[in-house]
């Protein structure tokens, strides 16, 4: 390569992807994409946050025909320790409108520096196996009449269905 072909290249830009999940019974949950140690960023505010490293594939985000905006974060069998995680916010039950329902905050930074940033609710959590999805949504899931989940812990006549 000569010189003049080296010097004609553009710059590489180091571009992380993360997400961030609020909720009372887990706290905040930062985690950044692609990465095998905790990143420090700055974001748009000024204020430092650290995120942990995760193996995720996310999906771009599409308009359904009723005009809502949606999204999908998978993450591999590494995201164990989020699955347990997602698992009590299933038990908290996620769309309980005493609470700010589930923040979710996608956001891309470019070389450190926040690029990208869009705020949604988690819609649903998709445990499979070791696999796990968050879809999230622009469209506030504490609208929707949830009930809560009954459980054999506290109603022991569910076992004989069970």
Same mark, same amino acid.
Do not use: C
């Given at each position: ?29 930062r ?5 095998f ?8 505010? %000024? ?19 009723? %005009? ?10 590494? %995201? ?16 309980? #409108? ?30 499979? %196996? ?10 506030? #899931?504490?609208?929707?009449n ?17």
């Amino acid at each position: 390569m000569t010189s003049r072909k080296f010097h004609a290249q553009q710059q590489k830009k180091i571009t992380y992807k993360t997400f961030e999940i609020s909720h009372p019974a887990i706290g905040v949950s930062r985690h950044v994409g692609g990465q095998f140690y905790s990143k420090t960023l700055t974001l748009k505010s %000024g204020q430092q946050a650290t995120f942990e490293p995760i193996q995720m594939k996310v999906s771009l985000p599409n308009m359904s025909e009723y %005009g809502t905006l949606s999204m999908k974060v998978d993450i591999g069998r590494v %995201g164990s320790q989020l699955k347990e995680k997602l698992r009590l916010i299933d038990d908290y039950n996620i769309a309980t #409108p005493n609470t700010e329902t589930t923040p979710f905050t996608y956001r891309e930074f470019v070389d450190g520096v926040e690029t990208i940033s869009f705020n949604m609710w988690v819609r649903d959590f998709v445990i499979d %196996g070791q696999m796990v999805a968050i879809v999230a949504s622009d469209d506030n #899931p504490s609208a929707i009449n949830v009930a809560k989940t009954y459980k054999v812990e506290s109603f022991p006549g569910l076992a004989v269905l069970s």
